[in-house]
């Protein structure tokens, strides 16, 4: 049994209000179905940014010229199937090397091979490791440009962001780059059906996790008794999921027991979405000067590169 994520679940639940890290999804099921996900016609952020990145690889190509910078090292953070990194290589072709950070280094060996096929003259490492905290990394002679697509930043809160933001500086150095998926804050008609999608993958993706609960800690969890629910909570500026429990129930982890009131949600993701200038300034907090902010059309959607400065440190 894994302990950390027992101990995690345990915890969780025990709160008033009951909770589970998102990052739990991901387990080989539930990376299928955040695929899946990618693939819905509501789930506008992956199209919209797919579709954004090579127009700003094309900019960033220029900017880097014009910048006399011949030679940059790439690292992705969380990187998962590496499909938002090739439009980036295709156009930056100062990029001499690729740098994937990421917690589970299994799928990331198969997805960085496909990656050399393409791009031969790259050097590529993975580095397995927590990317959310400050990592060890060799640093080369060329430039360090972190890439966190996605907006992967909205399952943190405001104030662990601006944390997260300081350890990738502290992991990429003094002068260095960080190019970053934001999605916008934006009519809930938009936000909430790509977090409940007609086909019922997300419901499937929420789920997964009590599935993984039962089979991994010895879990009881009767899946047909709980339901998939995503709000916005304007006022938070986020995207909420639950489960929420559809009946007076008890369950049991591990041996220990968890009463739930009919009604009563298990919180399991956040999604914090962002105006560009509100996040300008959270990356500002920790040391990150804005340079440049893409827009997706009808602004539903912010690819931005922060640039490293001594000002705000
Ligand atoms: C991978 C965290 C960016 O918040 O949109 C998708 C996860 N959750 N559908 C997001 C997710 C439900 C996704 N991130």
Known sequence: MDHVFLQDVLAGLRLPQKALPPKYFYD???????????????????????????????????????????????????????HKVKPVLEELSMVDEFVALDISGEHLKEASSDLAEAFPQLTIKVVQ??????????????????????????????????????????????????????????????????????KGVTALFNK???????????????????????????????????????????????GERFQFAEGETIHTENSYKYHPEEFERLASRAGWSPESVWLAADGIFAIMLLRRSAAGR
């Open 129 to 198: 490791g927590d990317f959310t905290q400050p990592m060890q990394m060799e640093l080369s002679s060329a430039t360090p440009m972190g890439f966190f697509p996605g907006s992967t930043i909205g399952n943190f809160e405001p104030e662990e962001a601006v944390e997260f933001l300081c350890n990738a500086g502290t992991t990429l150095g003094e002068e260095s780059y960080l190019l970053l998926g934001v999605d916008t804050k934006k009519d809930r008609a938009i936000l909430e059906p790509a977090y409940n999608d007609s």
């Open 28 to 82: 080989q099921q539930g990376s299928a179905y955040f695929d899946q996900i990618c693939q819905l016609d509501e789930y506008y952020p992956y199209r919209t940014e797919l579709g954004l990145l090579p127009e700003v690889a094309r900019e960033l190509k220029h900017y880097f010229e014009r910048a006399s910078v011949s030679s940059l090292q790439l690292v992705e953070f969380g990187a998962g199937s590496l």
């Open 208 to 254: 997964n996790i009590l599935t993984r609960i039962n089979r991994e800690l010895d879990g009881n969890f009767d899946l047909d008794q709980f339901e998939h629910t995503a709000i916005y909570n304007q006022q938070l500026g986020r995207i909420e999921m639950h489960l929420r429990s559809l009946t007076k129930q008890e369950v049991s982890i591990a």
